[in-house]
């Protein structure tokens, strides 16, 4: 079945350092791909997303890149800060017109930003 | 807009029991998805609904769990009787037009079995 791997599952790094989370997916027919970023004790939270339409987007100092070719997509954190510190989820899903495709979620990575 | 309510926040109770988890999703939004998170399995879809009609429920693990959806502002996911392994955080989320927006997700209960 379709699949989503994410790497690494725990990374450290000092704030005002990048911080970066890859993925990869199975379904070649996925184009959408959020990412979602989780603090403790919270639900998780929509903070960028990418179409299969365009290679890269980028939003104050978060940046999505996709591969399609490859089935990859990167999460780019720059400027880390300790409130960045959280567990970010990329996901995976094929978004139709008239119907509904399963999200499929990875397993999730657990950023700590070192002051 | 407040965002997709859940209550309870934390819920103890003893095996056997039932539980009712509760949540209200944003207004307009016509998915309603239940999740449930654990360390080992991960954000697992367990239902959704479209337009209050349940679409798919494969992610169900047992009879013992249901979900209703009687209106667009309101859904309940039910565990009868309750078990030890039914302990994890259950996340309620909302999204509008196929899911096209991604989702916005409510603050989750805790469920602890014991």
């Known amino acids: 079945g379709e699949n989503v791997e994410q790497h690494p599952s725990t990374l450290s790094v000092q704030e005002g350092d990048s911080a970066v989370i890859k993925c990869t997916y199975s379904d070649s027919a996925s184009n959408y791909f959020p990412w979602y970023k989780q603090e403790l004790g919270k639900g998780p939270q929509l903070i960028i997303d990418i179409r299969s339409n365009v290679g890269e987007k980028k939003d104050q100092r978060i940046a999505v890149t996709l591969n399609k070719t490859a089935k990859h997509f990167s999460l780019h954190i720059t400027e880390t800060q300790p409130e960045d510190s959280a567990v970010y989820f990329c996901a995976a899903t094929h978004r139709r017109e008239t119907s509904y495709d399963k999200v499929i979620f990875g397993p999730g990575t657990s950023l700590s930003v070192i002051p | 807009d407040a965002g997709v309510i859940q209550s309870p926040r934390h819920e103890v109770t003893e095996m056997g029991q039932e539980v009712t988890l509760r949540c209200k999703p944003i207004?307009?939004?016509?998915?309603l998805f239940w999740y449930r998170q654990t360390m080992m399995r991960g954000l697992e879809l367990l239902i959704y609904?479209?337009?209050?009609?349940?679409?798919?429920d494969s992610g169900m693990p047992e009879d013992r769990f249901s979900a209703k959806m009687p209106n667009a502002s309101f859904s309940t996911l039910k565990i009868q009787p309750s078990e030890p392994r039914d302990s994890a955080v259950y996340f309620c989320a909302s999204s509008f037009q196929h899911g096209h927006y991604g989702y916005t997700f409510g603050s989750g209960t805790r469920l602890t079995v014991v």
């Open positions: 207004s307009g939004h016509d998915y």
């Open positions: 609904f479209n337009n209050n009609v349940p679409i798919d």
